[in-house]
T-cell receptor, first 114, second 114 residues
Framework: DTEVTQTPKHLVMGMTNKKSLKCEQHMGHRAMYWYKQKAKKPPELMFVYSYEKLSINESVPSRFSPECPNSSLLNLHLHALQPEDSALYLC?????????????FGSGTRLTVV | GNSVTQMEGPVTLSEEAFLTINCTYTATGYPSLFWYVQYPGEGLQLLLKATKADDKGSNKGFEATYRKETTSFHLEKGSVQVSDSAVYFCALSDLGAGSYQLTFGKGTKLSVIP
């Protein structure tokens, strides 16, 4: 299995809703990432988990809450979002040892906040 | 810090034309270099990569060579097809130096017309 699977593919939520994005990989990668991508822009790093521990939080508002239950799963919990949070949310994973430092991305969740 | 500069598009080519997308980088360590492709409405797919100087990455007719002396990783394809229409991102990472950050260029939109 060489894929990163993200669900759902599309999500529409109101500003008072609570929802979660899910990401799964079975490549044995020990680093997992959340990126946010606005239209016509490159992805921006939000969070990094290394060995299931939060390593990097790029000053992301607390209405985004990441969780890494185990080495294969990564969640992003959403609460009280704003319309400007509408974007494509990408999950990625990578190895942390060896020489193959490639990142594998999922196909993303397109989030619309209304 | 690390940075990536790539030619900004959009680039419009006729089918079977030669493609070059320029990419140069600045890095404090010895990075790995990547080209990612993003088709409309989809996530990022790794197109090719190179992990050391003079390495040539290749995939689906695309090629790029890691040039340390000119800090460049230009993407080329001899004969583009309509199906190559997408946004192309040059990126670098320095996981070998303990940095998780994947640094992207701004992206180049390629449109290939029949």
């Amino acid at each position: 299995d060489t894929e990163v699977t993200q669900t759902p593919k599309h999500l529409v939520m109101g500003m008072t809703n609570k929802k979660s994005l899910k990401c799964e990989q079975h490549m044995g990668h020990r680093a997992m990432y959340w990126y946010k991508q606005k239209a016509k822009k490159p992805p921006e790093l939000m969070f990094v988990y290394s060995y299931e521990k939060l390593s990097i939080n790029e000053s992301v508002p607390s209405r985004f809450s990441p969780e890494c239950p185990n080495s294969s799963l990564l969640n992003l919990h959403l609460h009280a979002l704003q319309p400007e949070d509408s974007a494509l949310y990408l999950c990625a994973s990578s190895q942390l040892t060896g020489t193959d430092y490639g990142y594998t991305f999922g196909s993303g969740t397109r989030l619309t906040v209304v | 810090g690390n940075s990536v500069t790539q030619m900004e598009g959009p680039v419009t080519l006729s089918e079977e034309a030669f493609l070059t997308i320029n990419c140069t980088y600045t890095a404090t360590g010895y990075p790995s270099l990547f080209w990612y492709v993003q088709y409309p409405g989809e996530g990022l797919q790794l197109l090719l990569k190179a992990t050391k100087a003079d390495d040539k990455g290749s995939n689906k007719g695309f090629e790029a060579t890691y040039r340390k002396e000119t800090t460049s990783f230009h993407l080329e394809k001899g004969s583009v097809q309509v199906s190559d229409s997408a946004v192309y991102f040059c990126a670098l990472s320095d996981l070998g130096a303990g940095s998780y950050q994947l640094t992207f260029g701004k992206g180049t939109k390629l449109s290939v017309i029949p």
